[in-house]
């Protein structure tokens, strides 16, 4: 038997009907907020990634699905969004049309790591990128976004954390330091942190293993390294955020793994007894001068990602229910192969007209059949028989009112859906239903 690889999930039947019930949500979401969708290629050249994320990270360095193609092509599965949406932008020359452009994207991602809970080596992610602004305003709108989406889906156990990077005078200032301070306590890193004291200082702050260590509680604090400007623009960014109540911490230790952020970065964490280690649901920020190193213009941009099975992970740890099971409207139930015949034609322009529907395709007996509808959670059951073909008639019960009545096989679809649609009308009075219909 081949198995799935390892640190890849099936997503299989009732745990799909969750993923899509997220994704149309996440849709309706981008287009109020005015996000179109991007669907880029899942692999691209290997240089995309180098230039973009930085060939000093651990992502490119050890986590990337790298391989040669037939052609000899050096490509790379995605390991996250940004790249390849940037690459997009430019060579779709996107900027040449709109001053602003809002894009967001659902789909897999490749990491090569070490599989635990909520730490997957193909995983989803969903992420808007805004570009063409450099006013604070995008940035608290970017975040704004990401807090709506949360409330959206109810969940409640989140903290955001927000810090600043600052512009490049302040961070090559900081990095100075980090530097300096570091070296003289080199003999507490651990191995991968002094590689990134040569390589990229900043990243020794997001290292889970040290941050115990008295060299990481004593580090100096990117807020004192911050020019005028860079202070002001962060202060901007929290005004907003204050002003339109978004509950929020500022983390001077919150650094991002990536290297192209600038100015403002920020993560949406879970705070969910028992949710384990992994507990970032979203990660985002200010990147403005990836498009330029990529050879596009000048483009300033701010977006973010969440993760969609740690999302979905936090949404059930809270007991929030995320699926629409699909019950059937209609079972229909031919007794005999004359009706089979009939049945089937009615099956198919019923689920023409909406309707979602169900038949025996097991030539069960009656009993059976009822017991399937059941399963199906069949509101309406229409049953043909030969005195009913005779008739060209056919015997519809609706299961939640009992009513039952033998209509005309041409006027059944209709039937059904004046039925329903006197329900949904119902105040809870109605003499049809006895007052117990949902809507
Ligand atoms: P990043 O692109 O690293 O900033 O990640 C953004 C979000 O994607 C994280 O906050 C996680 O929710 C999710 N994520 C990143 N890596 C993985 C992974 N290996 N497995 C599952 N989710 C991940």
């Known amino acids: 038997m081949i198995t799935k690889q390892k640190g890849t999930q099936d997503i299989l039947p009732g745990e799909s009907i969750k993923w899509s019930t997220i994704e149309d949500k996440l849709r309706l979401i981008c287009k109020i907020y005015g996000y179109n969708e991007i669907r880029t290629p899942i692999f691209e050249a290997s240089e995309l990634y180098h230039r973009s994320v930085g060939e ?15 052609g000899g092509r050096n490509v ?23 001053q602003i452009n809002k894009l967001f994207y659902i789909g897999s991602m490749f990491r090569y790591e070490r599989p635990q809970k909520g730490r997957l080596r193909e995983f989803h992610q969903f992420g808007v990128e805004a570009f063409g602004s450099k006013d604070p305003i995008m940035d608290a709108d970017v975040i704004m976004l990401a807090v709506t989406i949360i409330k959206a889906f109810g969940l409640k156990g989140i903290k955001v954390r927000i810090n600043s990077l600052g512009d490049e005078e302040s961070r090559n200032n900081y990095k100075e330091a980090l530097i300096k301070h570091f070296s003289s306590h080199i003999d507490e ?14 990243r020794i702050l997001d290292c889970k293993v040290d941050r115990e260590t008295n060299a990481y509680k004593t580090a100096p604090k990117i807020e ?9 623009y962060f202060n901007s960014v929290l005004k907003y955020l204050d002003n339109a109540g978004v509950e929020y911490v500022i983390d001077n230790n919150l650094v991002r793994g990536l290297d192209y952020y600038s100015h403002t970065i920020f993560e949406v964490e879970a705070q969910i ?7 970032v649901l979203c ?7 990836l498009v330029e190193s990529l050879d596009g213009p000048s483009m300033p941009a701010v977006g973010f990602a969440f993760g969609l099975e ?49 038949i025996d395709y097991l030539n069960k007996s009656m009993k059976n059949q009822f017991k399937q509808a059941e399963r199906c959670g069949a509101t309406y059951i229409a049953i043909m028989g030969s005195e009913e073909i005779e008739n060209n008639e056919i015997n519809v019960k609706n299961v939640k009112t009992q009513k ?9 679809i209709e039937y059904i859906i004046n039925d329903i649609n006197s329900q949904r009308r119902c105040s809870g009075h109605c003499s049809s239903c006895g007052g117990d219909c949902e809507e």
Not at 77 to 87: K, M
Not at 189 to 202: A, F, I
Not at 345 to 353: G, S, V
């Open 56 to 70: 000093g990270s651990d992502l490119v360095r050890k986590e990337t699905y790298d391989f040669i193609d037939r």
């Open 76 to 98: 790379t599965l995605r390991p996250e969004g940004t790249a390849g949406a940037v690459r997009s932008f430019i060579e779709n020359k996107m900027y040449a049309e709109n």
């Open 189 to 202: 890193l651990c191995n991968d942190c002094k590689d990134r004291l040569v390589k990229n200082p900043l």
């Open 224 to 232: 004192e390294y911050l020019n005028e400007e860079s202070k002001n």
């Open 273 to 279: 007894e028992g949710f384990g280690a992994q507990n």
């Open 283 to 289: 990660g985002g920020g200010r990147y403005d001068k």
């Open 310 to 358: 740690r999302f979905l992970m936090a949404l059930e740890a809270e007991g929030k229910v995320v699926d629409q099971p699909n019950k059937a409207h209609l079972y229909i139930m031919p007794l005999g192969e004359e009706a089979k015949i009939k049945c089937l034609k009615l099956a198919n322009e019923a689920r023409f007209n909406g309707l979602i529907t169900e």
């Open 404 to 412: 039952q009545e033998k209509v005309n096989v041409d006027d059944m």
